[in-house]
């Protein structure tokens, strides 16, 4: 069975290994990931999970996640729904909490429920969607029970590099729509001149990785552009949150110096 592409398994060992090699207080604890994923033996002495060499992409990881879920916990709205959601374990970690809503690719999502079956987790509402074959997520998403008439949070982290920014403006445009109060938090990566020399080779060997992939990274904002693409798209109230405003909220004050790597912001945009 088809299993989920080698980033989203990347995300889920490193915000366990947060867990385990980084010292307290936790930004963000979550292990049912790797459980899910069930890495093979040996998968700590891996290039990719080398403790101090990526540092900074696993700060970037766990500090917005612990974004994300701060706002979910803060928004009166009872529908989450997850774009791309890949190893994502909020329903797990949180069940009865929210009704969420998971949107990722068919065979994907087969292969997480057989795991979520098979380690005895609760399974969300799962929304199969072939964006490949042109599918519609938003009527996948009223098909399997979302209520587009009450508001919602919307999430989508580490998704929108890999689309193209007429594909980013038409999810934007998708979730203006929905009803007043819905939120969208969303991540994207900046133009590469707006990163700290210090992330410049982190940056570089992320982008050509996700070359030899054959998932390359395809768009990269500068904040004001994300901003105003979210105005156009019809969202009543747009911010922007920095990488540095996440290191500051969540990784000040660390003895081990922990930071996230610059490079990624976050917008968040809400319905009027």
Excluded: C
Excluded at 22 to 49: K, S, T
């Amino acid at each position: 069975m088809t299993e989920p592409d080698s980033t989203a398994v990347r995300v889920a060992l490193w915000r366990a290994m947060h867990v385990d090699v980084d010292q307290e207080p936790h930004v963000f604890v979550d292990r049912i990931g790797l459980e899910l994923a069930d890495p093979e033996d040996g998968w700590r002495q891996r290039a990719d999970m080398d403790p101090r060499a990526t540092a900074g992409f696993r700060g970037s990881i766990i500090g917005r996640a612990r974004f994300v879920e701060d706002l979910v916990a803060a928004h009166p709205a009872r529908q989450y729904v997850i774009l791309g959601a890949g190893l994502d374990t909020f329903a797990q970690r949180n069940p009865g909490q929210r009704q969420v809503f998971e949107i990722d690719q068919p065979r994907t999502q087969a292969w997480k429920r057989r795991r979520l079956v098979d380690t005895g987790h609760p399974v969300p509402t799962l929304v199969p969607v072939d964006f490949e074959a042109g599918d519609d997520w938003l009527q996948r998403l009223v098909d399997t029970g979302f209520d587009p008439a009450k508001p919602a949070v919307v999430a989508s982290t580490g998704v929108s590099m890999y689309l193209t920014k007429a594909a980013n403006a038409a999810t934007l445009a998708k979730v203006a729509s929905l009803a007043p109060g819905t939120t969208l938090v969303m991540t994207y990566l900046l133009e590469p001149d707006l990163i700290d020399a210090r992330d410049q080779p982190g940056r570089a060997m992320s982008f050509n990785g996700a070359r030899s992939s054959k998932t390359p990274f395809v768009s990269f904002y500068r904040p004001a552009e994300m901003l105003a693409t979210a105005r156009e798209a019809g969202f009543a109230e747009v911010e922007n949150v920095s990488g540095p405003d996440i290191a500051d909220r969540y990784f000040a004050g660390r003895a081990d110096g922990f930071r996230p790597s610059t490079g990624e912001d976050i917008l968040v945009a809400t319905t009027g």
